[in-house]
């Protein structure tokens, strides 16, 4: 009688982690995205995650950035008041950035989709602008950020600047979701959208 009870206590004392054995076997994978979504989610500071991939991006322009052509689109009248407004733009971000960093990041990144679709506008002109780059399904027209990268990168925009705007496209979206996201990395995601822009606007000034 002493040895069932002595048996029974250690199938007690197995039992649980015998089933969070099982479990994490069998939902391996499920457990594995729970745990990268909740470390992308739970960092304080905006997600250290998160603020890794911003830096790289920030730091892949830093070391273009004195690779840019300077005979930048002002010397016409209306393309100096564009990149005037630009900066302007982006200024305000900065300073959102510091009690708003969501709001900054959303604000520059929606900046540069209008800068695609302007550029796309003015250097299919004769194409009808930027709707000979949407698609048509069941007699709609649609047009999204992909299609107006391709269709720059088509123009000469190198492959470089158009991959960096799709990366920080998807980091955008990555911020979408989360809870926090620190002044710092907002500041910095501002900053490498800042420079894009003014790489869309030598693109359009060179034809």
């Given at each position: 009688?002493?040895?069932?009870?002595?048996?029974?206590?250690?199938?007690?004392?197995?039992?649980?982690?015998?089933?969070?054995?099982?479990?994490?076997?069998?939902?391996?994978?499920?457990?594995?995205?729970?745990?990268?979504?909740?470390?992308?989610?739970?960092?304080?500071?905006?997600?250290?995650?998160?603020?890794?991939?911003?830096?790289?991006?920030?730091?892949?322009?830093?070391?273009h950035e004195g690779?840019?052509?300077?005979?930048?689109?002002?010397?016409?009248?209306?393309?100096?008041?564009?990149?005037?407004?630009?900066?302007?733009?982006?200024?305000?971000?900065?300073?959102?950035?510091?009690?708003?960093?969501?709001?900054?990041?959303?604000?520059?990144?929606?900046?540069?989709?209008?800068?695609?679709?302007?550029?796309?506008?003015?250097?299919?002109?004769?194409?009808?602008?930027?709707?000979?780059?949407?698609?048509?399904?069941?007699?709609?027209?649609?047009?999204?950020?992909?299609?107006?990268?391709?269709?720059?990168e088509r123009k000469?925009?190198?492959?470089?600047?158009?991959?960096?705007?799709?990366?920080?496209?998807?980091?955008?979206?990555?911020?979408?979701?989360?809870?926090?996201?620190?002044?710092?990395?907002?500041?910095?995601?501002?900053?490498?959208?800042?420079?894009?822009?003014?790489?869309?606007?030598?693109?359009v000034s060179g034809?």
């Open positions: 009688m002493e040895i069932a009870k002595v048996v029974l206590d250690y199938i007690k004392v197995l039992v649980w982690p015998g089933l969070m054995l099982f479990t994490l076997l069998r939902y391996r994978r499920n457990v594995a995205g729970l745990i990268d979504r909740t470390r992308a989610l739970s960092t304080p500071a905006g997600s250290l995650e998160f603020a890794e991939e911003v830096r790289e991006l920030r730091e892949t322009v830093e070391s690779e840019r052509d300077q005979g930048s689109p002002e010397g016409e009248p209306a393309a100096a008041a564009q990149a005037q407004a630009d900066r302007t733009a982006y200024d305000i971000y900065r300073d959102i950035a510091t009690t708003a960093p969501e709001a900054a990041v959303m604000g520059a990144w929606l900046h540069v989709e209008k800068k695609l679709k302007d550029a796309a506008d003015r250097l299919y002109a004769d194409e009808g602008g930027a709707n000979a780059l949407s698609v048509s399904t069941s007699g709609i027209r649609t047009l999204n950020t992909r299609m107006l990268l391709r269709g720059l000469g925009w190198e492959k470089e600047w158009v991959e960096i705007a799709n990366d920080l496209r998807r980091v955008r979206n990555h911020a979408a979701h989360q809870t926090s996201i620190s002044p710092v990395t907002a500041r910095e995601y501002v900053e490498s959208c800042e420079f894009l822009v003014l790489t869309i606007d030598d693109l034809h």
